[in-house]
């Protein structure tokens, strides 16, 4: 198992300690997820290209609602 070094946290972070959100690190053609509130809890893998499609709905949805 490949262990990711280089968390960043994403660009949607809530108020406070900017603790409510996700994390992401590269890991070769695959992209691991981490809750930043539980970083020690299941870690998330998806490969890249599954990663960049999804984020690319996200960015399209202008439904969706942030908080």
Known sequence: MI???SWRKSSFS???EG???VEIAPLN???AIRDS???AD???TFRLGAFIAFVE???ADTS???M
């Open 3 to 5: 262990t990711p070094t």
């Open 14 to 16: 809530g108020g406070g």
């Open 19 to 21: 603790n409510d959100c």
């Open 29 to 31: 053609a695959r992209v």
């Open 37 to 39: 509130k539980a970083p």
């Open 42 to 44: 299941v870690t998330l």
């Open 57 to 59: 709905v996200l960015k």
């Open 64 to 66: 969706r609602t942030v």
